[in-house]
């Protein structure tokens, strides 16, 4: 996707105050701003749908990276069957999941993937769209791409709700992004921080405090 066509958050025009919004009470003191509040990425998600239907060939095969994107996986899919081609019809769907893991903390590490033989097999032939929560550095996605290859999928194609604007990033970009966000680490909207945060609505920068709080304890 063009970079004009998604939405570039910074922190000088979209940090909102946490008492202007609805925050769980377990959270209050673990938060340093709203980023992106829940109505804004529901309207986001609703329109990259409608691209997303716009622009397919054929049935898709939607396939949810676990555990952060399965929010950002349920709307989009739940728009998706309420949007019709430019033909007026709708598209078949089918679902998959991948679990992804590549966090442990702040840091990027090894990626571990589940995807079995089977599995893979079975994208063969098919319009594949991966549905991701945040692309950060690209390395995971990158990989994930690569090995989906090798079972000849017809075509592949990546939404991401968030794309980081980080210095580490291998310039990777997805066919679908909502927003492209500060390099901060954010949580909420089913993005966690060491499991936690998964239960807030808004999407939000962590504290300090809040990476100290939820830090995995040795």
């Known amino acids: ?23 769980p009470d377990h959270y209050e ?26 622009e397919a060939s054929g049935p898709l095969v939607v396939c949810c990276v676990l555990k952060g994107g399965h ?18 019809k709708s598209v078949p769907l089918s679902l998959e999941f991948i ?8 840091t990027s590490g090894d990626v571990k993937l589940s995807l079995t033989d089977e599995e893979c097999r079975e994208f063969s ?20 791409l690569a090995k989906l290859k090798n079972y000849n999928p017809k075509t592949t194609k990546v939404a991401s709700l968030l794309i980081k604007k980080t210095p ?4 990777y970009t997805p066919d679908y992004v909502g927003f492209a966000i500060p390099d901060a ?15 807030l609505d808004h999407i939000c920068v962590i504290n300090n405090h809040g990476k100290q709080k939820y830090a995995i304890k040795d």
């Open 125 to 144: 032939g098919k319009n594949i769209l991966i549905v991701e929560d945040i692309i950060d550095t690209g390395k995971t996605m990158v990989q994930l």
């Open 99 to 106: 679990k992804v893991k590549s966090y442990s903390n702040e």
């Open 29 to 54: 003191d673990s938060l340093e701003s709203v980023l992106i509040p829940h109505g804004v990425i529901m309207d986001r998600v609703e329109k990259l749908a409608k691209l997303i239907v716009q």
């Open 185 to 199: 680490f954010v949580v909420g909207y089913a993005l966690d921080y060491n499991e936690y945060f998964r239960d």
């Open 71 to 88: 929010q950002f996986f349920a709307d989009l899919v739940n728009y998706i069957k309420k949007q019709v081609t430019h033909e007026g």
């Open 168 to 171: 580490h990033s291998n310039g």
């Open 1 to 23: 996707m063009d970079p004009k066509n998604w939405i570039d958050i910074t922190t000088e025009n979209f940090q909102y105050r946490l008492d202007h919004f609805v925050i």
